[in-house]
């Protein structure tokens, strides 16, 4: 046996215990998970029914508090079918699973599972809420009428585009389907050309 091909029958060796190893654990949790009162999968179960009152800056609460009432009940109404509220997901991670979601979405339209586009935009449709709400990922100085207006059409592009996908894709219109998740991708990059700022940029490279 070559040196390599020693070095593979050991790795191989390895994966194999390790599998059993794995197994053995997977089992004792599977055993375990009806008690811990959890219902999986859920969209339902899996964040808080409720927001949870966190204390905010006062420059932030300054800000909140002076948006227009009808302002905000207009935005309350466009936002209602959101009912999950995280006590731990920033907006970024919010955003990873919505991303997430709209790939599922797009795997299905490509190979004409219609079921899996149409549950995966659904999901992607109603995200949960980031601890906090949105709003508290936004810059300060966007927390104003002028600003949040872009909201309203960002979302039925959005949000509304999804739900339309889906139902094109449970009528197997893939190529409608298709043309509205366009639209779709094209909501999510305009949100962020308005409100995402910095990239994760290094502060290491000073040059
Ligand atoms: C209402 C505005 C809005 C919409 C609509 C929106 N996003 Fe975002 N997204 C944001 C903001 C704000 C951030 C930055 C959050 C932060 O850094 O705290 C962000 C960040 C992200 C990130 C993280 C990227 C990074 O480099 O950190 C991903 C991924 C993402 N969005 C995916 C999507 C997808 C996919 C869609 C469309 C289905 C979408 N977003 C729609 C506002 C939006």
């Given at each position: 046996?070559?040196?390599?091909?020693?070095?593979?029958?050991?790795?191989?060796?390895?994966?194999?215990?390790?599998?059993?190893?794995?197994?053995?654990v997977f089992?004792?949790?599977?055993?375990?998970?009806?008690?811990?009162?959890?219902?999986?999968?859920?969209?339902?179960?899996?964040?808080?029914?409720?927001?949870?009152?966190?204390?905010?800056?006062?420059?932030?609460?300054?800000?909140?508090?002076?948006?227009?009432?009808?302002?905000?009940?207009?935005?309350?109404?466009?936002?209602?079918?959101?009912?999950?509220?995280?006590?731990?997901?920033?907006?970024?991670?919010?955003?990873?699973?919505?991303?997430?979601?709209?790939?599922?979405?797009?795997?299905?339209?490509?190979?004409?599972?219609?079921?899996?586009?149409?549950?995966?935009?659904?999901r992607a449709?109603?995200?949960?809420?980031?601890?906090?709400?949105?709003?508290?990922?936004?810059?300060?100085?966007?927390?104003?009428?002028?600003?949040?207006?872009?909201?309203?059409?960002?979302?039925?592009?959005?949000?509304?585009?999804?739900?339309?996908?889906?139902?094109?894709?449970?009528?197997?219109?893939?190529?409608?389907?298709?043309?509205?998740?366009?639209?779709?991708?094209?909501?999510?990059?305009?949100?962020?050309?308005?409100?995402?700022?910095?990239?994760?940029?290094?502060?290491?490279?000073?040059?």
């Open positions: 046996m070559s040196m390599k091909q020693s070095f593979v029958a050991a790795v191989a060796a390895i994966a194999v215990l390790g599998a059993t190893a794995v197994g053995s089992a004792a949790e599977e055993a375990k998970a009806p008690a811990n009162g959890h219902k999986y999968p859920s969209i339902e179960k899996t964040s808080a029914d409720a927001p949870k009152q966190f204390k905010m800056s006062k420059e932030f609460m300054g800000q909140v508090q002076k948006l227009p009432p009808e302002f905000v009940q207009q935005f309350k109404k466009m936002t209602a079918k959101h009912t999950r509220y995280s006590e731990e997901a920033t907006a970024r991670q919010v955003m990873m699973e919505l991303l997430s979601d709209v790939q599922c979405v797009t795997a299905g339209l490509m190979v004409e599972n219609g079921e899996m586009a149409a549950d995966c935009a659904i449709s109603r995200h949960r809420w980031p601890k906090g709400h949105l709003l508290a990922y936004v810059k300060l100085d966007q927390i104003n009428v002028d600003s949040l207006s872009a909201l309203p059409k960002v979302n039925e592009t959005v949000e509304g585009g999804l739900e339309r996908t889906a139902e094109f894709a449970i009528k197997k219109d893939f190529v409608s389907a298709g043309a509205e998740m366009g639209k779709v991708l094209s909501g999510c990059s305009t949100c962020h050309s308005l409100f995402r700022f910095g990239k994760g940029e290094s502060p290491h490279i000073v040059e």
